[in-house]
């Protein structure tokens, strides 16, 4: 009997050590295919482009502060000692740069002093050494995160990177043996049992650093038998399977250090920047101390939150480090009497969201969600902030104001409100420096620059006259009499804005007054197909048919379709690719991907030019010279666009720095009651205003192929002297007049010599 | 040892011949300095413009045309006019193989410099290099 019980002993201890061994190997299993994959989700970061500062440039000063402020420059009172400090005086401000790292472009933080003269930098020169600075970048700023379920922020550290400080300040406050237990501590066990009895509450936890992490990995946070026995196994594997200081620093990246906003901070390499806007290799001693203080409660010892606590608890690790003969007393001293100070952070809300959902778009083709959450990539692109802030609050006040002055534009809801966008563009390269694709994000994330589709009217009309120049000049002659068209067996009469006495205009006038009857008379000389395949060719991705209401722009086009058509004008022919985004960094800086300007010539630059110049004229004398009374004093070419019953108003405005287009109207298609002159225009003068840096005040140079003469301003064939006014006009140089305008008489002979006499008399008077 | 004449004259012949092959085989600077820039206002934003441009064109002889092209449109942005920048923007597609965007920048080198005869040489000489490319 006794022989049975002792086999059925041996059997069920056998059973159970099998039990455990094979338990055990699950374990280990699942240990290392824990750690041996990736093991934490980085979140991927958008950031905007750099910003270019250089002697001279002229600068919005408010802009341009508020940009520091969200890099993270914080205001001192003393000149700035470290990265990311800042002092502002009446007329120069000191920043201590952060370092700058990018795929092309890389620099290293230091102190530099910019002086102003009233609106513009007078000088940049480094606040060390005095040498004068020629072009300086800041670096970009961050925009947007994708963060995987967890919200977490970390920044990943080699343990050669963290200073022995920090490591024995952690293993101070959490984890003295360390080195040597094996997992488990039993000395640690019952120091804590002692303790939390002297106190008769819990004082101290007695698990090892390794238990932490496999609580943390592994295991859910409740606190029962079973999960603390499943800690303590795992603990012993952990320790079997790798060395310390592997685990030790596995641990410094998981463990949870505070929180940003919803986001967590993990890891000592995300909390030295959060707390110290350092990187973690360079923390001091009281830094490590504090740091090492809040594994115990982040958010109880965080210095945001209660920096005198937060003193408490360093001094404590700082003394528990001293005990263990880890710091001297010289260095305790130091540390103990010096005082708690962060780098400040500001939670901002959502930035430039318009352009992020637009981006987002195109990013997910390139990199599924997963990737985008988890594995930490840096995405660099075209946005400039500070436009962008210009352009909302252009849009914001221009909407409020046309509400004021045309009560029947309020409405009660939210999603009913008259919207508005707008889109920024350098017109070369094809940047997207902004993008406000509606008034209020949170209320519509439709996107109208990127989604919507609207009818463009007049501001259309430019890619008509293009088309044109193929046979016609700005000279020519164009009816703006009254016509009926035949368009499917209807009759279809177009009309004027408002009624004319012009019944014939040059073309340059018919554009620059925008005459309707004027431009479906080009169109129908120079073909409705011909006209289609502009439309084509300038890759607008909605239908065009060739009835002549076309002319007017009657069919809907997407806004970023006709803001990159107008490119075409501004930049010698030449349609950019719309490009949001520019690099793909993986997390150690490594190049995944690189998006240049691309282009495409789509027209002449001598084309172009001429348009330009007619475009300017709409800017000079035309509908959109309200302009110059709003500020806009410097050359520019635009075009307005009104809709039937004013459901659309549009402005679309350039000079070749810098391309903008401005459109207002109802979702649901109501009437803004309107032209695009009164309701888009004063949007874009307030946004041109706004970002003085884009401005250069230079215009286009005539470039080959384009000639000027001096024609008849009635015939807009060659002058003579018989013509009573003359204008000196520009043409295709295929297409400059050949024939003397009939309309007016050649003087005759006794009329030459009378005039060639007048003419001797008053030089020799003069 | 005291060298014979022939001996000198026969070891010098074979320096300057090693040397004249070393040179034959040096690479040549992809953008060698370039004629004087066009005449153009010294206006503070051409001024920043054309840093960006040297440091383009010295990106472009280290044979990184990425980083070069990145600065490029910079200065672009900075300063549209330029036609020095469209000429090392179109040796930067070069450099990188694509004769397409290439093609296009010459053109607009060729609008902007057409009045600076080493220019046109210059860019005439490039239009050349972007056929043999496309061949």
Known sequence: MLKKLLKITGMSILLLIAGLIIYGWYLSVKVEKRFAGRRWSIPSTVFSDITTLYPGQRINRSLFNKKLNSLGYREVSYNPRKKGEKKTESSNVTIYLHELKMPSLARKGFPVNIRFLQNKIESINRADTGKSVPILELEPEEIMQFFGPEREKRHLVSIHQVPEDLIYAVLAAEDGRFYKHHGIDPRGILRALYTNLRHGAIRQGGSTLTQQLAKNYFLTPERTISRKTNEAILSVIIEAIYEKDEILEIYLNEIYLGQKGSVSINGVGEASSFYFDKPVSKLSLPEAATIAGLIKGPNHYSPYVDKSRCRDRRNMVLHAMHRKD???????????????????????????PYFIDYLSRQIETLYPDEVLNSLGLSIYTTLDTQVQAAAELALEKGLA???????????????ERLQGAVIVVQPKTGYILAMVGGRNYSASQFNRIAQSQRQPGSAFKPLVYLTGLEEF???SRLSNDPKIYMVNNKEWEPQNFSPSD????SMRMALVKSYNLATVDLAMKTGLDKIVNTAARFHFSTPVKPYPSLALGAFEVIPIELARAYCVFAADGMLPYPLSLKDVTD?????????????????????AFIISSMLRSVVTEGTARSLISRGISWPVAGKTGTTN???DAWFVGYTPDILA???????????VFSTGSAAALPIWADLMNSIPQYVSENWYKMPPGVVKETVCSESGLLAHKGCPESMEEIFLKENVPAVFCPIHKKPGLFRKIFNFMRKDDYDTKN | MIMTPKIKWLKILLAVALCLLAVGCMKPALTPEPPPSPEQPATPRILASLQLTEQGRSLLNKGKPDAAIRVLERAINLNPGSGENYYYLSEGWLQKGEAKQAKEFNHLAEIYLNEYPDWTVRIARQKDRIQELEK
């Open chain 1, 645 to 647: 019953n004013f459901r």
């Open chain 1, 473 to 475: 000049t700005p000279a």
């Open chain 1, 661 to 671: 287009l401005v459109w207002v109207g109802f979702d649901n298609g109501d009437s």
């Open chain 1, 401 to 415: 104001r046309l509400e004021k002055s045309i009560p029947a534009l309020q409405r009660k809801k939210v999603e």
């Open chain 1, 587 to 607: 997390e150690n800086g490594k190049l995944l991907k690189q998006k240049h300007m691309n282009i495409e010539r789509l027209t002449s630059p001598a084309k």
């Open chain 1, 502 to 505: 012009e019944f014939n205009v």
């Open chain 1, 326 to 352: 880890w710091i001297n007393n010289k260095k305790l001293k130091a540390a103990l009497s010096a005082k708690v100070e962060t780098a400040g952070f500001s939670l901002q809300e959502k930035k430039a």
